[in-house]
């Protein structure tokens, strides 16, 4: 009979925990919810650019892809390089020549798929043109960024080392600013004469210290060590995700002021972090839904992952990832100036 009372005060402390019942039965159902959308929301339709193709090569590739046609082969390189195609296909020279765009794994592997359909399409017609000049497409195409030998792991992993240090500076932070709390630490501080923002500013400059060293710690072993791909300037790399450190060093400090304990803490991962992995560039959302599409641009890790592919496997400079390490600059400030107003419930000055 013992363990009924048990048993009935444990379902007592589930019920008068929100955010637990909420990640037990909400978190889930969100997450599944986007992982189906997500992951039925990847486009089937590659766009290829074609200069100078043979009308029926055009006429079998136009069912399987979007095409484009262009007179010029540097036309239909500048239309990679702005993003706006996957791949073009030169007809000029005396063999045709496929380039593809190579930053997003998902969209090379489709090119691949669409042209090897379409070759097999015309190999088995009686119309078939010359298809040992077309076959050579397949063997050995170009990439504007990356190569023919990148594999899955070489393609995603600047977003996966993103992720890792948005993750772990967080869980970090926010366990050690709860155990300040805990301790009765920031309690002595706030009844000091300080004001609420030097104590936040103390804070996230004393913790951003150990996080500077974590930082660079992952960063060095990613790309020396596991040899992630690293075509642009590392410093360039190190500020980005300097950056970002900043941002989930302010995110973890905010949310462990609602936290009571560290099993609490971790109940903002399925809420926080897990979202955020399924937009941060791993899954291709072209033809996701507005929504989704908007929604992505509400999670950091969205703007320091395009930032990490176009220096780590693009090789932009440092001013074309401006506008993205200037919107995280703007999520670490507002987590900082939240972080700021929580204070007030333990003191209102």
């Given at each position: 009979m013992k363990s009924q009372y048990v048993a009935l005060r444990v379902l007592k402390q589930i019920v008068k925990d929100k955010r637990l019942l909420a990640m037990m039965f909400v978190a889930p159902i969100m997450v599944l919810l986007l992982l189906k959308i997500i992951l039925t929301s990847s486009s089937t339709t590659p766009t290829i650019v074609l200069v100078a193709p043979p009308a029926p090569f055009q006429a079998v590739l136009e069912k399987e892809a979007k095409i484009l046609l262009e007179d010029k082969v540097d036309d239909a390189i500048s239309l990679l390089y702005a993003r706006e195609a996957d791949a073009y296909i030169d007809f000029t020279g005396t063999e045709p020549h496929l380039a593809i765009e190579g930053a997003d794994p998902a969209r090379s592997q489709l090119v691949a798929a669409k042209l090897q359909k379409v070759l097999f399409a015309m190999a088995s017609s009686e119309t078939s043109l010359a298809m040992k000049e077309y076959v050579s497409l397949l063997q050995e195409p170009d990439y504007l960024y990356g190569s023919k030998d990148y594999k899955l792991f070489e393609r995603v992993s600047p977003m996966l080392m993103g992720f890792l240090i948005f993750f772990y500076v967080f869980v970090t932070a926010g366990i050690s600013f709860l155990?300040?709390?805990?301790?009765?630490?920031?309690?002595?501080?706030?009844?000091?004469?300080?004001k609420r923002s030097q104590i936040v500013w103390g804070?996230?400059?004393?913790?951003?210290?150990?996080?500077?060293?974590?930082?660079?710690?992952?960063?060095?072993f990613g790309v020396y060590a596991l040899h992630i791909p690293l075509h642009g300037s590392f410093w360039t790399v190190m500020l980005i995700d300097l950056i970002l450190s900043t941002v989930a060093l302010s995110l973890g400090l905010f949310l462990s002021a609602y936290s009571r304990n560290e099993f609490q803490l971790f109940q903002f991962i399925p809420i926080v972090i897990v979202p955020q992995?399924?937009?941060?560039?791993?899954f291709d959302l072209?033809?996701?839904?507005a929504w989704i599409q908007w929604l992505s641009h509400c999670f950091p890790l969205t703007y320091?992952?395009?930032?990490?592919?176009?220096?780590?496997?693009r090789g932009e400079e440092i001013y074309h990832v401006i506008p993205e390490l200037l919107v995280l600059l703007a999520f670490s400030a507002v987590f900082l100036l939240l972080n700021t107003s929580v204070l007030k419930k333990y003191r209102k000055i």
């Open positions: 155990r300040e709390r805990i301790s009765g630490t920031l309690d002595r501080l706030l009844a000091t004469p300080l804070y996230f400059l004393g913790f951003g210290g150990f996080v500077f060293i974590q930082t660079i710690i992952i960063q060095a992995v399924l937009f941060s560039g791993i072209s033809e996701a839904p320091a992952a395009e930032a990490l592919r176009d220096v780590m496997i």
